[in-house]
């Protein structure tokens, strides 16, 4: 039986639901976004309990926004990485610098207005991982968490059996971000970014799936390296 991919926009967010053997929510969206998710779960005829856990990729508001509504509905446990911990159970809206002329400009007009517009309600994280790899066996998920910094320090990426890489966003593909799939216009470390996605190319993936925007195949990120 494969892995069943369903991408879910909460927001302006790409979340993913991904069943196999069990049941996990990667990302919840900006907040505010409890109804949609709803919505999704019926027309995917899939009981909101049924999901095991909810995974942060990072912990920008546009990601974890809903993950206390979404715990709430679940009874799921919220997992993120230790580094962008404060972010989740303090509500701290961060918004990353620009590293591209689109992006700088982009920044200048957000982050002045970031709080106003995404203000979201803190929740505890549950499981709360570092470094080191963090399996999905136990929720019935073949694949691992991996750590990669660069968009923000506590960053991870998904990585399937299948080769599958859920990465947040360490790439980002679609407007108002992108007219194409690349790397992130906003970043704390974009040399990090790269490295980051070095190590993810080597381990073999091959289909990614960004926060923003639809999915599209690893040789683009090979091909924005050498950019």
């Known amino acids: 039986m494969d892995i069943r991919i369903d991408r879910i926009v909460l927001g302006v967010?790409?979340?993913?639901?991904?069943?196999?053997?069990?049941?996990?929510?990667?990302?919840?969206?900006?907040?505010?976004?409890?109804?949609?998710?709803?919505?999704?779960?019926?027309?995917?005829?899939?009981?909101?309990?049924?999901?095991?856990?909810?995974?942060?990729?990072?912990?920008?508001?546009?990601?974890?926004?809903?993950?206390?509504?979404?715990?709430?509905?679940t009874g799921a446990p919220a997992a993120i990485h230790q580094a962008d911990r404060d972010m989740m159970e303090q509500g701290l809206v961060i918004g990353p610098p620009g590293v591209s002329r689109w992006g700088r400009m982009m920044a200048a007009i957000l982050l002045p207005r970031a709080d106003k517009f995404f203000r979201f309600q803190p929740t505890p994280a549950d499981i709360v991982f570092d470094d080191n790899p963090f399996s999905l066996a136990e929720y019935g998920i073949p694949g691992e968490v991996l750590p990669t910094p660069g968009h923000s320090p506590g960053s991870v990426t998904i990585l399937l059996e299948s080769k599958d890489a859920f990465v947040g966003d360490q790439a980002m593909n679609g407007l108002p971000f992108r007219l194409r799939p690349g790397l992130p216009i906003l970043a704390e470390d974009i040399d990090e970014v790269k490295e980051s996605w070095r190590k993810m190319l080597k381990k073999g993936a091959k289909m990614i799936y960004p926060g923003h925007g639809k999915p599209f195949p690893a040789d683009v990120m090979r091909e924005a390296l050498l950019g």
């Open 13 to 73: 967010t790409s979340c993913y639901l991904l069943r196999h053997e069990g049941t996990i929510l990667i990302d919840a969206g900006n907040a505010n976004q409890e109804g949609k998710f709803i919505g999704a779960m019926e027309r995917l005829g899939i009981k909101p309990e049924e999901i095991q856990l909810i995974l942060a990729t990072h912990g920008h508001a546009d990601h974890i926004g809903s993950a206390k509504a979404l715990r709430e509905i």
